[in-house]
Protein backbone atom coordinates (compact mmCIF):
# COMPACT_ATOMS: atom_id res chain seq x y z
CA UNK A 1 0.00 0.00 0.00
CA UNK A 2 0.94 3.52 -0.21
CA UNK A 3 2.52 5.48 3.26
CA UNK A 4 1.16 8.72 4.06
CA UNK A 5 3.58 10.45 6.18
CA UNK A 6 1.98 13.90 8.44
CA UNK A 7 4.64 16.35 10.34
CA UNK A 8 4.81 17.56 12.88
CA UNK A 9 2.86 15.01 14.76
CA UNK A 10 2.01 17.54 17.59
CA UNK A 11 1.64 21.18 17.60
CA UNK A 12 0.89 23.47 20.02
CA UNK A 13 -0.06 27.34 19.14
CA UNK A 14 -1.17 30.20 20.62
CA UNK A 15 -4.53 31.87 19.50
CA UNK A 16 -4.01 33.89 16.39
CA UNK A 17 -0.61 32.31 15.78
CA UNK A 18 -0.39 30.79 11.68
CA UNK A 19 0.69 26.83 11.15
CA UNK A 20 1.77 24.88 8.11
CA UNK A 21 1.17 21.30 8.37
CA UNK A 22 2.40 18.64 5.81
CA UNK A 23 1.40 15.40 4.49
CA UNK A 24 3.98 13.32 2.19
CA UNK A 25 3.31 10.01 0.22
CA UNK A 26 5.00 7.07 -1.16
CA UNK A 27 3.39 6.91 -4.44
CA UNK A 28 0.91 8.44 -7.11
CA UNK A 29 -2.76 9.52 -6.12
CA UNK A 30 -5.88 9.59 -7.80
CA UNK A 31 -7.37 11.77 -4.89
CA UNK A 32 -6.08 13.20 -1.49
CA UNK A 33 -8.22 14.67 1.09
CA UNK A 34 -7.51 16.76 4.67
CA UNK A 35 -9.65 15.81 7.32
CA UNK A 36 -10.21 17.22 10.81
CA UNK A 37 -10.87 15.10 13.76
CA UNK A 38 -12.41 17.50 16.87
CA UNK A 39 -12.08 16.77 20.25
CA UNK A 40 -15.27 14.42 20.01
CA UNK A 41 -14.16 11.86 17.82
CA UNK A 42 -16.25 13.46 14.42
CA UNK A 43 -14.28 13.80 11.18
CA UNK A 44 -15.08 16.56 9.27
CA UNK A 45 -13.88 16.89 5.67
CA UNK A 46 -12.06 20.13 4.74
CA UNK A 47 -10.77 19.06 0.95
CA UNK A 48 -10.80 17.42 -1.60
CA UNK A 49 -7.33 18.71 -3.32
CA UNK A 50 -5.75 16.20 -5.58
CA UNK A 51 -3.56 18.87 -6.96
CA UNK A 52 -3.24 22.88 -7.19
CA UNK A 53 -4.93 25.34 -4.18
CA UNK A 54 -7.51 25.60 -2.52
CA UNK A 55 -8.95 28.27 0.47
CA UNK A 56 -11.76 28.09 2.77
CA UNK A 57 -11.75 30.72 5.04
CA UNK A 58 -8.92 30.56 7.37
CA UNK A 59 -7.71 27.44 5.84
CA UNK A 60 -5.99 26.80 2.90
CA UNK A 61 -4.24 23.54 0.97
CA UNK A 62 -1.62 23.03 -1.61
CA UNK A 63 -1.01 19.76 -3.34
CA UNK A 64 1.75 19.33 -5.65
CA UNK A 65 1.27 15.90 -7.20
CA UNK A 66 4.13 15.47 -9.31
CA UNK A 67 6.59 16.07 -5.80
CA UNK A 68 3.82 13.95 -3.60
CA UNK A 69 3.15 16.20 -0.97
CA UNK A 70 0.62 18.61 0.11
CA UNK A 71 0.18 21.40 2.88
CA UNK A 72 -2.10 22.61 5.18
CA UNK A 73 -2.37 26.33 6.16
CA UNK A 74 -4.16 27.45 9.09
CA UNK A 75 -4.33 31.13 9.39
CA UNK A 76 -4.98 33.26 13.00
CA UNK A 77 -5.58 29.77 14.99
CA UNK A 78 -8.65 29.99 17.04
CA UNK A 79 -9.39 27.06 19.96
CA UNK A 80 -11.87 25.82 17.94
CA UNK A 81 -8.88 24.44 15.48
CA UNK A 82 -8.03 22.31 18.32
CA UNK A 83 -8.64 18.05 17.16
CA UNK A 84 -6.22 15.80 14.96
CA UNK A 85 -5.59 16.46 11.40
CA UNK A 86 -5.69 14.01 9.09
CA UNK A 87 -4.57 13.67 5.14
CA UNK A 88 -6.14 10.51 3.09
CA UNK A 89 -4.64 9.73 -0.28
CA UNK A 90 -6.48 7.17 -2.35
CA UNK A 91 -5.39 4.72 -5.41
CA UNK A 92 -7.51 1.61 -6.66
CA UNK A 93 -10.53 2.35 -4.57
CA UNK A 94 -8.90 2.22 -1.23
CA UNK A 95 -8.09 4.94 0.94
CA UNK A 96 -4.70 5.55 3.07
CA UNK A 97 -4.78 7.53 6.04
CA UNK A 98 -1.50 9.68 7.78
CA UNK A 99 -1.35 9.02 11.43
CA UNK A 100 -2.14 12.66 11.79
CA UNK A 101 -1.09 15.88 13.31
CA UNK A 102 -2.66 17.04 16.90
CA UNK A 103 -3.12 20.72 17.32
CA UNK A 104 -3.79 22.06 20.44
CA UNK A 105 -4.38 26.00 20.33
CA UNK A 106 -3.89 27.31 23.34
CA UNK A 107 -6.08 31.20 24.34
CA UNK B 1 -30.44 14.28 5.07
CA UNK B 2 -29.45 12.33 8.10
CA UNK B 3 -25.64 11.76 5.93
CA UNK B 4 -24.07 8.36 7.14
CA UNK B 5 -25.44 6.77 10.27
CA UNK B 6 -23.91 4.61 12.66
CA UNK B 7 -25.27 1.92 15.44
CA UNK B 8 -24.82 1.27 17.94
CA UNK B 9 -22.68 4.50 19.30
CA UNK B 10 -20.95 2.35 21.93
CA UNK B 11 -20.76 -2.14 22.66
CA UNK B 12 -19.12 -4.03 24.59
CA UNK B 13 -18.38 -8.05 23.76
CA UNK B 14 -17.16 -11.05 24.90
CA UNK B 15 -14.79 -12.96 23.04
CA UNK B 16 -15.88 -15.01 20.43
CA UNK B 17 -19.07 -13.33 20.37
CA UNK B 18 -20.88 -11.89 17.02
CA UNK B 19 -22.01 -8.75 16.05
CA UNK B 20 -22.98 -6.45 13.03
CA UNK B 21 -22.53 -3.02 13.28
CA UNK B 22 -24.78 -0.94 10.91
CA UNK B 23 -23.92 1.90 8.50
CA UNK B 24 -26.10 3.47 6.00
CA UNK B 25 -26.64 6.96 4.07
CA UNK B 26 -29.00 8.71 2.37
CA UNK B 27 -27.08 10.60 0.02
CA UNK B 28 -27.29 7.82 -3.02
CA UNK B 29 -23.56 7.45 -2.84
CA UNK B 30 -22.31 4.14 -4.35
CA UNK B 31 -19.11 4.19 -2.49
CA UNK B 32 -18.94 3.19 0.93
CA UNK B 33 -16.27 2.22 3.38
CA UNK B 34 -15.32 0.63 6.95
CA UNK B 35 -11.92 2.07 8.72
CA UNK B 36 -10.77 1.19 12.44
CA UNK B 37 -8.47 3.56 14.57
CA UNK B 38 -6.60 2.72 17.03
CA UNK B 39 -5.01 4.86 19.74
CA UNK B 40 -2.41 7.19 18.45
CA UNK B 41 -2.79 5.78 14.64
CA UNK B 42 -4.55 7.36 11.89
CA UNK B 43 -7.68 5.32 10.23
CA UNK B 44 -7.17 1.74 8.36
CA UNK B 45 -9.31 0.76 5.47
CA UNK B 46 -11.10 -2.57 6.64
CA UNK B 47 -13.43 -3.52 3.14
CA UNK B 48 -15.24 -1.39 1.12
CA UNK B 49 -17.96 -0.87 -1.50
CA UNK B 50 -18.07 0.19 -5.36
CA UNK B 51 -21.79 -0.31 -5.51
CA UNK B 52 -24.34 -2.68 -4.71
CA UNK B 53 -23.39 -6.58 -4.79
CA UNK B 54 -19.62 -5.58 -4.84
CA UNK B 55 -17.60 -5.60 -1.67
CA UNK B 56 -13.40 -5.92 -1.20
CA UNK B 57 -10.92 -6.16 0.82
CA UNK B 58 -8.82 -3.25 2.07
CA UNK B 59 -5.65 -3.35 4.25
CA UNK B 60 -7.03 -5.13 7.90
CA UNK B 61 -9.52 -7.32 6.07
CA UNK B 62 -9.23 -10.53 8.49
CA UNK B 63 -11.92 -11.51 11.22
CA UNK B 64 -14.53 -8.96 9.29
CA UNK B 65 -17.37 -9.60 6.65
CA UNK B 66 -19.36 -7.50 5.04
CA UNK B 67 -22.36 -7.13 1.72
CA UNK B 68 -23.64 -5.12 0.28
CA UNK B 69 -27.37 -5.81 -0.84
CA UNK B 70 -28.55 -1.93 -1.25
CA UNK B 71 -27.19 1.17 -1.96
CA UNK B 72 -28.03 2.47 1.32
CA UNK B 73 -26.91 -0.20 3.78
CA UNK B 74 -23.04 -1.62 4.17
CA UNK B 75 -22.88 -3.44 8.04
CA UNK B 76 -19.82 -5.01 8.96
CA UNK B 77 -19.66 -8.35 10.88
CA UNK B 78 -17.26 -9.63 13.66
CA UNK B 79 -17.68 -13.09 13.58
CA UNK B 80 -16.03 -13.95 16.77
CA UNK B 81 -15.01 -11.15 18.47
CA UNK B 82 -11.30 -10.84 19.49
CA UNK B 83 -9.31 -8.41 22.16
CA UNK B 84 -7.57 -7.18 18.97
CA UNK B 85 -10.80 -5.95 17.41
CA UNK B 86 -11.03 -3.10 20.16
CA UNK B 87 -11.25 -0.22 18.37
CA UNK B 88 -13.49 2.72 17.21
CA UNK B 89 -15.19 1.95 13.83
CA UNK B 90 -15.92 4.26 11.27
CA UNK B 91 -18.24 4.09 8.13
CA UNK B 92 -17.88 6.48 5.45
CA UNK B 93 -19.48 6.90 1.81
CA UNK B 94 -18.91 9.05 -1.26
CA UNK B 95 -20.18 9.27 -4.82
CA UNK B 96 -17.41 7.00 -6.55
CA UNK B 97 -14.54 6.09 -6.84
CA UNK B 98 -13.70 7.15 -3.24
CA UNK B 99 -13.99 10.46 -3.99
CA UNK B 100 -14.37 13.32 -4.30
CA UNK B 101 -15.10 13.93 -0.51
CA UNK B 102 -15.93 11.14 1.64
CA UNK B 103 -18.55 11.96 4.55
CA UNK B 104 -17.96 9.68 7.82
CA UNK B 105 -20.37 8.48 10.42
CA UNK B 106 -20.02 9.08 14.27
CA UNK B 107 -18.39 5.95 14.98
CA UNK B 108 -18.61 3.25 16.93
CA UNK B 109 -16.84 2.43 20.05
CA UNK B 110 -16.13 -1.27 20.33
CA UNK B 111 -14.70 -3.01 23.50
CA UNK B 112 -14.23 -7.00 23.64
CA UNK B 113 -13.16 -7.96 26.65
Known amino acids: GIQVEQSPPDLILQEGANSTLRCNFS?????LQWFHQNPWGQLINLFY???GTKQNGRLSATTVATERYSLLYISSSQTTDSGVYFC?????????FGTGTSLTVIP | NAGVTQTPKFQVLKTGQSMTLQCAQD?????MSWYRQDPGMGLRLIHY???????DQGEVPNGYNVSRSTTEDFPLRLLSAAPSQTSVYFC????????????FGPGTRLTVT
Open chain 2, 92 to 103: ASSYGDGGPEQY
Open chain 1, 27 to 31: DSVNN
Open chain 1, 49 to 51: IPS
Open chain 1, 88 to 96: AVEAGNQFY
Open chain 2, 27 to 31: MNHEY
Open chain 2, 49 to 55: SVGAGIT
